[in-house]
């Protein structure tokens, strides 16, 4: 498990949307031990990291994004972690649809709401993308699409708002250990079959994207910016 930098990000603001859980819960507990002041928002603040601010948020909900972080004094982080999938019924075009609100147009929402306050702050985003930003899923077309749409987004805002000071990034995790994940891990065939392609044979833990969301966000990275960084244990390239 890595572990946080001490102070790396000591001063600093951070506003992790979708971080009441799984990989954005982990991610907001990385930078508050990097020493951030960090905001957490999602649809279940009560089940937030302790010790973080959590508020409820619905990314779908017009203005509440704008609002929650139009809001706030001062921002140098965001990111944008919300997402649902919805396998075995995302070919209907309702459910189509409803995944992409939140999980595309859900971070262009709230990419545009924290623009002021990065620009102000020479501040960066990152984004949550996939291994299936890459690749087609049968499965869950609605989610790939998705996902395959805030890569381009990434790249697209990154070269639009460069000029302004604000990198955007995105990083594209694997097959994660998350609540998510759980029925593929529970299940022996398939199970075997992830760790048979995953060239360093484990799953990942949400610890691990943690580590690279604070590097793309963190001064290492100052002339990163369009980037969608796989953290897949070499699944991708295998």
Do not use: H
């Not at 609100?101 to 996939?130: D, F, K, Q």
């Not at 049968?138 to 996902?147: E, I």
């Not at 100052?222 to 980037?227: K, P, R, Y």
């Amino acid at each position: 498990m890595a572990e946080g930098a001490g102070q790396a990000f000591a001063g600093r603001r951070v506003a992790v949307v979708g971080g009441t859980s799984g990989i954005g819960a982990a991610v907001a507990t990385r930078f508050a031990a990097d020493g951030a002041d960090v905001l957490v928002a999602g649809l279940a603040s009560a089940q937030a990291p302790p010790g973080l601010r959590a508020v409820e948020l619905d990314v779908t909900e017009p203005g509440a994004v704008e609002e929650l972080l139009g809001g706030l004094p001062r921002l140098d982080v965001l990111v944008n972690a919300a997402g649902v999938i919805r396998r075995g019924s995302e070919f209907d075009p309702a459910v189509f649809g409803a995944v992409l609100e939140v999980n595309l147009i859900g971070t262009m929402r709230a990419c545009v709401a924290a623009r002021p306050l990065l620009a102000a702050s020479g501040g960066s985003i990152v984004n949550l993308a996939s291994m299936l930003s890459f690749f087609g899923g049968p499965l869950v077309p609605a989610y790939t699409a998705s996902k395959g749409g805030v890569a381009q987004l990434t790249k697209s805002l990154a070269v639009a708002w460069a000029a302004e000071g604000v990198r955007v990034n995105a990083v594209a995790p694997g097959w994660i250990r998350t609540e998510l994940s759980r029925g593929a891990r529970e299940d022996p065939d398939t199970d075997r079959r992830i760790l048979e392609r995953t060239p360093m044979r484990r799953w990942g833990d949400p610890e691990d994207v943690a580590g690279a969301v604070a590097f793309l966000a963190g001064p290492d990275a100052a002339f990163v910016t369009g980037v969608v960084l796989p953290v897949d244990g070499g699944y991708l390239a295998a």
